[in-house]
C-alpha cells in the first residue's frame, strides 16, 4: 500500500469511526417560542442500529453498529434585547458495539463513555417578543423567523490510538437559519445550517497519530406537524446533509465526501399539567457515505415557568 494510499484509508476511517451523537438529529419545533423564563429538565434515551457505507473509500466490509445514547438536557427561556430566546444544554453518555472486516480480518469493539457536550442558544427576529406568561396566552403564532447557534464541545471520550471514540477531539458550530408557520393546527418548520469544524490535532493514523481537518457539512431540514390540543402533536420529519470533505496530514480524500437524507415521525403526549412523553422515529432514506442507522427515541419531560 502506497504512502499516498495508506492517508486516504485513514482518512477515510478517521471519518466514520466516530459515531455521531447529538450532530444530526431531526427537532421539529426547534424555533417555536415560550413565555419568558420557561424551563425544561428532559431525559432521552435513543437507540441506534445499523451499518456504515464506506462507498469504496476503504477496505472495510460488513461494517455496523448498535449503540445507546443516554442524554440529560436543559432549556430556559430568556428575553434578548426584546425578541424572545433561549439556551439549552445537552450532556449526553453513549455506549455501543461496532464490528466489521477489515482487510479480512474480523474486528468488534465496545465502547462506553461520555459523548461531547451540546450548547445551543436561539433568538427570534420576526414574529415572537419576549412575553410574560399573560402575554403569551393571548398570543398567536403566524410566521416565525430566528437563529441560533449550536457548539459542541470536546468534551467527550477520547483517545487517539483508539479508532472508535464517543468524542471528536475538536470544537464544532453549527449557525443556523429557522422558518416557522402556523395554519391553525397545522405548523411547517423549515431549517438551513452549516456544521463548522476546528482540527482534531490528533486523529487516528498509524503508526503515529495525525491532524485531521473536515470540511463544511451543510444541512436542510424540514417538519410538518398537528397539534391535536395543547402540548399533544405530531409530526412528520426529514433532512439533507451534505460535504464533510476529510483529510489528514493535509491529504485529502474525495471520497469521503458525506450526503445522506433521513425520513421519520415524532409525537408529544402531555402528562399532567408539567410533564411531557416525547417518541419518535428516524430511518436513512439516501446515503452515499457515512452511517446508515435506524434511531428510535423515547424522552421524558419536566417543564415549569419561574426561575431555575
Known amino acids: 500500500m502506497t504512502v499516498a494510499r495508506r492517508a486516504t484509508y485513514w482518512v477515510a476511517l478517521a471519518v466514520l469511526a466516530t459515531p ?4 444530526q438529529e431531526l427537532a421539529p419545533r426547534a424555533y417555536v417560542i415560550t413565555p419568558k423564563d420557561a424551563n425544561a429538565v428532559t431525559l432521552s434515551y435513543s437507540f441506534y442500529h445499523g451499518s456504515v457505507q464506506f462507498d469504496g473509500a476503504a477496505p472495510i ?7 445507546n445514547v443516554e442524554a440529560f438536557t436543559y432549556y430556559h427561556s430568556i428575553s434578548f434585547f426584546g425578541r424572545s430566546a433561549n439556551i439549552t444544554g445537552t450532556l449526553p453518555y453513549a455506549i455501543g458495539t461496532f464490528q466489521g472486516t477489515v482487510q479480512d480480518q474480523y474486528m468488534q469493539i465496545y465502547r462506553s463513555g461520555l459523548a461531547d457536550t451540546a450548547f445551543r442558544f436561539s433568538v427570534n427576529v420576526m414574529g415572537g417578543p419576549a412575553m410574560n406568561v399573560k402575554q403569551y396566552t393571548k398570543w398567536k403564532q403566524k410566521t416565525l423567523l430566528g437563529v441560533s447557534l449550536k457548539v459542541v464541545a470536546p468534551t467527550g471520550q477520547y483517545s487517539p490510538y483508539k479508532l472508535v471514540n464517543w468524542g471528536g477531539n475538536r470544537w464544532a458550530f453549527k449557525p443556523e437559519f429557522g422558518y416557522s408557520e402556523r395554519w391553525k393546527n397545522w405548523l411547517l418548520d423549515g431549517y438551513a445550517g452549516v456544521w463548522l469544524y476546528t482540527e482534531n490535532s490528533q ?35 426529514g433532512d439533507y446533509w451534505f460535504g464533510g470533505t476529510a483529510s489528514v ?8 465526501r458525506q450526503a445522506s437524507s433521513k425520513i421519520g415521525g415524532s409525537g408529544s403526549v402531555p402528562v399532567g399539567k408539567h410533564q411531557s412523553v416525547k417518541l419518535s422515529y428516524a430511518n436513512v432514506a439516501y446515503i452515499r457515505f457515512g452511517g446508515s442507522y435506524q434511531q428510535l427515541s423515547a424522552a421524558w419531560q419536566y417543564s415549569w415557568i419561574g426561575k431555575p
Request: charged share 10%; net charge negative; hydrophobic share 30%.
Open 20 to 23: 455521531t451523537v447529538s450532530a
Open 61 to 67: 466490509t460488513g461494517a455496523s453498529g448498535t449503540y
Open 203 to 237: 486523529s487516528y493514523a498509524p503508526p503515529s497519530v495525525a491532524p485531521q481537518t473536515l470540511t463544511p457539512v451543510g444541512s436542510l431540514e424540514g417538519h410538518l406537524s398537528y397539534d391535536v390540543k395543547p402540548r399533544f402533536w405530531f409530526s412528520l420529519d
Open 249 to 256: 496530514n493535509n491529504i485529502a480524500n474525495p471520497e469521503t
